[in-house]
Structure formats: C-alpha cells, structure tokens
T-cell receptor, first 114, second 111 residues
Framework: NAGVTQTPKFQVLKTGQSMTLQCAQD?????MYWYRQDPGMGLRLIYY???????DKGEVPNGYNVSRLNKREFSLRLESAAPSQTSVYFC?????????????FGDGTRLSIL | LAKTTQPISMDSYEGQEVNITCSHN???????ITWYQQFPSQGPRFIIQ???TKVTNEVASLFIPADRKSSTLSLPRVSLSDTAVYYC????????????FGPGTRLSVLP
C-alpha cells in the first residue's frame, strides 16, 4: 500500500549542483503536484501536472523544471541549486475528472543546499 | 483565490473536544472547504471536505454555516496522537492549483 513514494528522503547539495527529485504513485491518479515547505510555513505549489503529458506552473516555479515521465511518475529538477531552495519537497497526486479530489502526499524529500 | 485565516496555535487536553475555526470571507460559489492534517516529518493527510452544512466521518466533523464564510473542524475526544498542524483550504479543486496551504493551526494535545 505504497501510495506516493519520493526518493531520496534526504539530500545535501552544494550551490550550483543539479539534482532530480523522483516521485511515483501507484493509485492510478491522473494529477500530480510538487510543493515546497519552508520552516513554520504552509506548502507552496511549484508545478503540477493535470494529466499525463501536461505540466503547468504553480505559485513558485522559478529555478525548477518538471517532467511527467508517465502516468505514475513526476520528477522535479533543480538545474543549478541555490541556498534559497533549501526546503522540504512534497509530491502529491489526486484523481481527476471530479472536483476537489483529495491530494495524497508522499513523506517528503529534505533538501539542504550549502 | 479565497484566503483563509485560522489560529496559529491551540492547546488542548486529552479527552477534550477541539474546534478549529477557519475564516474564508471571499469564498466562491464553486469552492469546497478541505482540511488536512500534518505530523512532523510527514506529508499532509486529507481529513475531511465539505461544501455546506455538516459533514462527518470516522475522524472528524466539519461544520459550515449557511453563508459559508467560515468553517469549523471538530475533533472529538482528542488524544496525544492528534498533536499536529491542521490546514484549512478553500478552492474549486481545479487540478489543485487553486489550493493554497497557509501556515495552518498547530494543535498541541497535553496529557
């Protein structure tokens, strides 16, 4: 009963390095999302994919790229990491076609950029 | 986007009923109200969702008055394991991009 699986769970990068965060879901959901959560704050949407083959920007897309590899997988890439991108990153998925389908979240990737 | 306002923190004791109120004065006709729970080092977890009146599930109840400008999440007989951050979200759920997670309410349940 995996749900949403994120890898890696922890990562430390140096400024300027690149990194891809992986996310996979096994619930046959059409929509997937990437959020970041900074200390003491709520989650902010980075990018989302309404369905396989489509991606759109969220609230804070700068410095990130995404790829919807297939229906199960949605990756987030940092091309040139910056200290301001130190955060906890959450991936989520939801069913589509009906309004207000709850989002199911992974347990996050804790990313530190030095 | 409908902005929400909720208390930053609340304390309660085990066995008590906890009510967390969320204000959303500019809620739109198509918007639903959704609550999530987040434990430390975990992603948020869906608790309950409603449009109007009252919704109840095995975990919580959600009360929404007729004008829908606020909502109240009710947790019956809380235990220590209910210590978490609770988020109130308002949106029409259009692929999720209209959901905004504010800072939430940090509930501390004391023994």
């Amino acid at each position: 009963n995996a749900g949403v699986t994120q890898t890696p769970k922890f990562q430390v990068l140096k400024t300027g390095q690149s990194m891809t965060l992986q996310c996979a879901q096994d619930m046959n959901h059409n929509s997937m999302y990437w959020y970041r959560q900074d200390p003491g704050m709520g989650l902010r949407l980075i990018y989302y994919s309404a369905s396989e083959g489509t991606t759109d920007k969220g609230e804070v897309p700068n410095g990130y790229n995404v790829s919807r590899l297939n229906k199960r997988e949605f990756s987030l890439r940092l091309e040139s990491a910056a200290p301001s991108q130190t955060s906890v990153y959450f991936c989520a998925s939801s069913a589509a076609g009906l309004p207000n389908q709850p989002q199911h979240f992974g347990d996050g990737t804790r990313l530190s950029i030095l | 986007l409908a902005k929400t306002t909720q208390p930053i923190s609340m304390d309660s004791y085990e066995g008590q009923e906890v009510n967390i109120t969320c204000s959303h004065n500019n809620i739109a006709t198509n918007d639903y109200i959704t609550w999530y729970q987040q434990f430390p080092s975990q992603g948020p977890r869906f608790i309950i969702q409603g449009y109007k009146t009252k919704v109840t599930n095995e975990v919580a109840s959600l009360f929404i008055p007729a004008d829908r400008k606020s909502s109240t999440l009710s947790l019956p007989r809380v235990s220590l394991s209910d210590t978490a951050v609770y988020y109130c979200l308002v949106g029409d759920g259009n692929y999720g991009q209209n959901f905004v997670f504010g800072p939430g309410t940090r509930l501390s349940v004391l023994p």
